[in-house]
């Protein structure tokens, strides 16, 4: 019946958060498959069963993150603020979020686009339109800011979205060197004061 659906769709989707984890953690080449099985509790032959190799385990994880971590933030902050509130909120929490994490994991997206989509086409693929739609949301809350008159009429969407994506990939980059807030919040000041008509 329904409960027990919901309760196996839940079992699943921790089975798969414990696998981001781990990703997240160790990186694609420095996740083994015995550390899977140990950090998702269960048997090899259940793992191949149900996820295939590691690989497509990866592949699930990296959807399980976009989903969790990238469009609920962006559905929250749309949902939550006015269009220019939206964009510099995103990038402050990803400061904050990046200083806040004591083992510097940085962005499964972006780790995952740096050590493994230049040897993997179909993830960079998947890597590239998810970044793809961070930058719509940024593009999409520009229009919608500059019709309201939130940010000046002249700002160009396209080229200030995509400078956006550069900041904010550039940020989780930097985070994982171990960059304090001071670095963090001097690259992301200028790209928000592109809002302001400043630059």
């Given at each position: 019946d329904r409960a027990d659906h919901d309760q196996r769709h839940f079992a699943r989707q921790r089975l798969i958060?414990?696998?981001?984890?781990c990703f997240w953690m160790r990186g694609y080449e420095?996740?083994?498959?015995?550390?899977l099985i140990e950090a998702m509790g269960i048997g090899g032959p259940s793992l191949y069963n149900a996820y295939g190799d590691k690989r497509e385990l990866f592949?699930?994880?990296l959807r399980r993150y976009a989903e969790r971590s990238m469009?609920?933030?962006i559905a929250r902050l749309e949902a939550a603020h006015r269009p220019k509130e939206a964009i510099t909120t995103f990038v402050t929490e990803i400061v904050d979020r990046s200083l806040r994490d004591p083992e510097r994991k940085g962005c499964l997206l972006v780790n995952a686009a740096l050590d493994v989509?230049?040897?993997d086409a179909e993830v960079g693929?998947?890597?590239?339109?998810?970044?793809?739609e961070i930058r719509d949301f940024f593009?999409?809350?520009?229009?919608?800011?500059?019709?309201?008159?939130?940010?000046?009429?002249?700002?160009?969407?396209?080229a200030v979205s995509g400078h956006l994506l550069g900041v904010v990939t550039g940020i989780r980059v930097l985070a994982r060197t171990g960059a304090n807030r001071k670095l963090l919040e001097s690259v992301a000041r200028p790209a928000l004061e592109l809002l302001e008509g400043r630059r």
């Open positions: 958060d414990a696998a981001v984890e420095g996740t083994s498959v015995r550390a592949e699930r994880s469009r609920e933030r989509a230049p040897h693929r998947m890597v590239s339109g998810y970044l793809d593009r999409r809350n520009i229009e919608a800011a500059r019709k309201a008159g939130q940010v000046p009429r002249r700002t160009d969407a396209e």
